[in-house]
Structure formats: structure tokens, C-alpha cells
């Protein structure tokens, strides 16, 4: 694969650019040498050396529990988005080139040092001319034009690897590329983001002791962000937190029922919380850096409380029907396999109550049923089980007194009672009793209509063996190879007969067509041969 593509940048069917970043890509994996075996560190390594596009790559892939395996997913969790910071004389320049004026005309002054530098912006300090303290959020120049053909190489890449292998039962990874690209275009669309800010501000506004800058609006463009400067301590500076005299315990629990509100009540949540965009100021928690926000639909919520309810009941069939509700099947669902996979999932939580439950933990096996089973799993689902067992991680380093999951449990019990309504449940029970006596009064007559066109030879019935597919397909195979046996065997014993005349033409004294009878008999055992002994190895 690696040489076609080498190809195209050599024969010129790749522009000049694109085909130099192909060049830089196969440098970076060789220096790594990832071709000698591959390892968690490695796989981060080389993400971080290729540059904004795979660490951001790298970053979407953690948020994906089914996409690579656990030790994979914590090792990319590490990614760093600091990276050497664009020379201050370039930040002016955006400045300048944005506002179609000078950066002072505007500003009174820029602090020269960046607060951060992240692969797609970098944060400033700076100062209004009324003297109002501000950050300003610059966005590197180019930095789109870089990641749009990293992206077409990609797909150019994943084209190429679908050719020659077989991408049943593998991960979509044309549809993990398309997610980090629309992802990344969200997080360099600066207005965007501030309307996740302010949308974040409006359904936090009645908890005082939550927090997050106020954009400037007037001053705010899809490149340039500028918001009010806020002073605090992260989450993990525990010195710094420790000499403010800060009650972690009481910090802790006001982080983790927020974080529950927005996941359960909100469904517009933090996708990124590590301590980093949370910092602490006078009792108050301050949420920053809102360009990756997680949202779950009313639809998503309600099956994951459906599933969660079910998992404290042991209610097999009410966990199925959730976890088709969350997912959309990519084909067709073998449900006998998928009730086998969630009895084994309920099986691990056989004596589960509300006090012990670990979001985190469940929301990944769900997630691991849904791709066994070939069910697309929910962007905003996948976000969620992340955020969960990130925060979990968080208040354990630095809240280690604070048990999330509980809070989450309570805020989950709370949620589903809330909504519980008994005269919402009597109206559904009065809809279902009628549904069901109106169905049951119209039963003798489809009886009727199914004996008369029975009767009449007009009755088609179409069985469906659900589960029986790898058997059929296991047989069908098994037929295949019989019948290829059967022509191998005829084209023998044909060409053997055309050799014993004198049918013209010949080469070497041999009849032409007995010849080519030889070939084809020869290429269909070969190929014959070869399918068996694949399927042994599989075995």
C-alpha cells in the first residue's frame, strides 16, 4: 500500500505539496520504527511528531472505547496539545489582518508570552483601551489548509487499505476521520465557540459557584476570540490550592454534580475536562477552553436511563431494546447473539444498585456490545462514556475523598424520579389497554383473511433463520468449493480426451485447447488449495 502511494507522489498524479507531506509522514514512521513493532508510547509518539492533525486524530480515537484497545486509549488520553508557540511578531500580524487595522488601535497593550499554545491556537493576555483586562485566542495562520490535506491523505490512505483487505467487521475508519474533521473545523470556528460559551453560561446561570469568562462579541471573529482575563488555580495545582486554604472535599462535590447536571439534565456537557480547563477561584469552579462541547440528545438520555434501569432490575430484554434504541445497526442484527451479549453483560452486574454504579465502566460495555454487534455507535454517546471516565479519573487524583460515582448514581436517581409521573404512566397505560383491545377485537377477522387466503393458495410465507447466518454462509462456502472441485475435475478429464486426438491447433504435438483446459483446471485447484488452507488458519 505504502508503494502505490509512494507512487502517485512520484508520477505525478499527487500535487507537489501533498506529495511532500506524504514524504514527511513515511520519515517520521521510519525515524519511530513503527515497522519494527508498535507499542501504546509509539503510536503517541508519532501522532505527536506528524503534527495538529494526527494528535487531534489521536484525541478523538481516546474518545472512542471501541475503537482500539484499553492500554491504547490511555496512552493517547496523554496527548499533549502544547506546542511552540508562534513568534509574537506573527500574532500581531493575524491581529492586524482580522481587525483590517493596527493591533494597538485596538488594544493597549498584548502580553509577548503566551498563557497557551495548543496545535490550533494559541491564548495572550492583553489589555482594552478602557483598561479592561482580557485573553485573546489566536488562531496559527494556514492551520486549516494544513489539516484539509492531511485529511485528504488520510482518506487517500484509508481508500488504499480497503482494497486489500476485507473491512467487514472492522472499524470504520474513513468515519473516524470524517468525525475528527468536523470536530476540528468546530474548534477553528471561533464564533462557535462562543456561543458554546455563552449557551454553557445560560444553563449555569442560577449556580453561583459556577463559572466561565464572558465573550467580547464585538471583538470576536472565526479566527480571533477574546474574552474576559479570569484569575484562578487549576484543579491539579495542589500546592497552590493547599496555600489558598481551598476545601478540595467541598470543591469536589460542587465539580462532580455539575458535571452530572450537564450530562443528564443539560445534555451539553464538557468533552475535554481535564484539571487543566478547570481551575478554582473563592470556593468557585471556572470551566474553560469550551471548543469541544458533548452533546446527547433527549433520545440518547432516555435509553441510557432505560439501560441503566434495566441493569439494576436484571431486565434482559428492557437492556436490548435499550442498546438498539442508542445505536443505529450498519446492517442486519443477529439478535440472538446481541441477547447473549447483553445477558453476558448483565451478568457482570447481577447484584448492581444505584449506590455502586460506575457510569464510566457501564457506558464502555455498552459500547463494546454495540460494535460487536455491528451497531453504529452515537458521536455524542461515545463522547459521553469519555467525559465520564475522565472525570471520574480527575476527582480521584485531586478530590481523592469524593466518590463521582456516586454523585452520578444520585444525580442519575434523582433524574429518572423527576421525570417519573404517575399520571403520565396511567395515560400511557390507558393508551396501551385500548391499543391492545382494539388489536384483539380485529384479531378473528385477520384469522379469517389469513385461512381464506390459505385456502385460496394465495398465503406466501418468508422464513427468516435469524442467528443461522454464519452457518448458511459457512455452507454456501462449503458448495462453492465443491462445485469449483467438480469443473476442476471436468476440465481434467476434457482436456485428458482432446489430448488423445488430433484436433488442431497444437503446441508441442498437444491439442491448443487441451492446453488451456490444463491452465484453467491448474489455477482452480491452486485456488481451490489455497481457500482450504486459508480456512485451517483461521481455525
Known sequence: MLREFLGQAEDGSMDISSARRLKEIVAVLRDRELLQGVTPVKV??????LGPTFVKLGQIISMRPDFL?????AELTRLQSEVKPMDFSVVKEIVQREYNQSWDGIFASIDEHAMGSASIAQVHRASLLNGDRVVIKVQRPGIYEVMAKDIALLKKAISLLNLVRDSEGVVNLESIVDEMWEIAKQEMDFLLEADHIEEFAHLNKDDENILCPKVNRQLTTQRILVMECMEGIPLDDGEGLQAACVDME??????????VKQMIDDGFFHADPHPGNIWVKDGRIIWLDL????????????????????????DVYGMKEAVLALGMPRGKVDHIQLYDDVSALMAQYGDLDFEHLKAGEVARKILMVLKSNNIAIPHGFSMFARGVMIMEGVMT????QVNFSEIFAKGLRVSMEKDFSWLAELNKFKRDSYMLMKKSMQLPEQISDILKMTLSGQTKVNLDLTGSQEPLQKLDSMINKMIMAIISAALLLGSSTICTTQMEPKIMEIPLLGVLGYLAAMVLCSKLLWSIIKTDRRK
Open 44 to 49: 503517541r509518539q508519532v501522532l505527536e511528531d
Open 69 to 73: 484497545p484499553n492500554e491504547y486509549q
Open 250 to 259: 467541598r470543591i469536589g462535590r460542587r465539580l462532580g454534580i455539575n458535571y
Open 291 to 314: 471548543g469541544m462541547m458533548g452533546r446527547l440528545s433527549v433520545r440518547d438520555r432516555n435509553s441510557f436511563r432505560h439501560a441503566i434501569m434495566a441493569l439494576v432490575t436484571n
Open 397 to 400: 487524583r485531586c478530590c481523592p
